[in-house]
Structure formats: structure tokens, C-alpha cells
């Protein structure tokens, strides 16, 4: 089984620039989580989709951030525009569904993003 | 919102030894995972709790929800056993918000 796919693996870019990150989720899985972690601290949830509707993004800094899925599969986390504090690693994970207490999460490899 | 806090936060230990890293969180959960973090790798869960205790190879997880607190044991350490190691939770929310919260981590080194 494929597990879930993030690109690219690492970005560089100057501060208020743009940047977008691409995730594929474990097929078949509902559920779709980005994570932001930075350095020295564990993860913090972003957004979770449920197919292609949000269920929770109240931890996403909207005057910046943005994430799609319109499909309901591949979802992409955007940063427009970048600051130095969003250098961090985004997280992609996916699960069966959510909302049941017995679902795990399956991770990427995650995108570093450094903001210079 | 739950606040989770791990103990310690660095540990090294001797090839051999038997590893304890604690996990404590403030509201009650719907499950608690721990998860293994290595250097520029992904995250890689090792074990869902929602009571008792797990076992899979060398490592155990226990949790006691009355105290709010669960355990991760690794027996006979490894170098190889050597990452950062993370407690999250789950909450119980409605329409289906599930997202997990983190504690910091312990970074564990396992020396030869």
C-alpha cells in the first residue's frame, strides 16, 4: 500500500513570496490533516478535510494560509504571502475517516519550508 | 483545549537499558497515540490507546484515563531505537473534527 505522498521535499524562499505544498493521501482514505511543526515543538493541526469539505481549520492563519481539495483526494496548503515564522515542516496525513475514535493517522515525509 | 506534556525531554541511555518516556494531558480523550519521529523522516505511529495496554515487539504502551497519563517502554534499547518520540491525542469533538494534539517530544539517543 502506497502510504502518503508530499512535494517537494524541501523549499526555500524569501519572505512574502508565495509557496504551495501538494499532498496525496492514502487512497480510499476520507480524512485529510495538515499539521504545521516547527522546530523544537510537536505538531499543530492546520486544517482536516472530510472528502472535500472542511471540518476543522480553526488553527489556519486565513489572512495568509489557504488549503483545497476539491476532488476529495489530492489536496494543496497554500502561503501567500510568506513570513520568516511559517519556517517550519507541514505535515500531510491521511486516515479511513475521521470522527471515530478508533481511526489512525497515516503520515508523509513532510515539505521543510525555510523562509529567508 | 487539552494541553499534553511528555517527560523528559532528552534521554540517553546505554544499549540495553529499559526506556520510559510519560505522557500527561489535562482533558479527557477519545485515544492516544504515540508516534515515532526519526531525523528529516516522516512520522511513524507505533500505537493507539483508548485504555490498558500494547504491546508490539520491544515496546510497550500503557494508559490510565483516570489519571490522565500514559507510558511508552522499549526493552532492551537500540541504537537503532534512537528518534523522537511523540504523545498525541484525540479529543471528543463534534461533526467530526478529530485532529490531533501534540506534546514536544522526547528525543531519545540510544549510544552504543
Known amino acids: 500500500e502506497a502510504g502518503v505522498a508530499q512535494s517537494p521535499r524541501y523549499k526555500i524562499i524569501e519572505k512574502r513570496q508565495s509557496v504551495a505544498f501538494w499532498c496525496n493521501p492514502i487512497s480510499g482514505h476520507a480524512t485529510l490533516y495538515w499539521y504545521q511543526q516547527i522546530l523544537g515543538q510537536g505538531p499543530k493541526l492546520l486544517i482536516q478535510f472530510q472528502n472535500n469539505g472542511v471540518v476543522d481549520d480553526s488553527q489556519l492563519p486565513k489572512d495568509r494560509f489557504s488549503a483545497e481539495r476539491l476532488k476529495g483526494v489530492d489536496s494543496t496548503l497554500k502561503i501567500q504571502p510568506a513570513k520568516l515564522e511559517d519556517s517550519a515542516v507541514y505535515l500531510c496525513a491521511s486516515s479511513f475517516r475521521g470522527g471515530h475514535t478508533n481511526t489512525e493517522a497515516f503520515f508523509g515525509q513532510g515539505t521543510r519550508l525555510t523562509v529567508v | 483545549k487539552n494541553e499534553v506534556e511528555q517527560s523528559p525531554q532528552n534521554l540517553t541511555a546505554q544499549e540495553g537499558e529499559f526506556i520510559t518516556i510519560n505522557c500527561s494531558y489535562s482533558?479527557?480523550?477519545?485515544?492516544l497515540h504515540w508516534l515515532q519521529q526519526h531525523p528529516g523522516g516522516g512520522i511513524v505511529s507505533l500505537f493507539m490507546?483508548?485504555?490498558g495496554k500494547k504491546k508490539h515487539g520491544r515496546l510497550i504502551a500503557t494508559i490510565n484515563i483516570q489519571e490522565k497519563h500514559s507510558s511508552l517502554h522499549i526493552t532492551a534499547s537500540h541504537p537503532r531505537d534512537s528518534a523522537v518520540y511523540i504523545c498525541?491525542?484525540?479529543?471528543?469533538?463534534?461533526?467530526?473534527?478529530?485532529?490531533?494534539?501534540f506534546g514536544k517530544g522526547t528525543h531519545l539517543i540510544i549510544q552504543p
Open positions: 490507546l483508548s485504555s
Open positions: 498525541a491525542v484525540r479529543g471528543y469533538s463534534g461533526g467530526g473534527a478529530d485532529g490531533l494534539t
Open positions: 482533558v479527557g480523550i477519545s485515544a
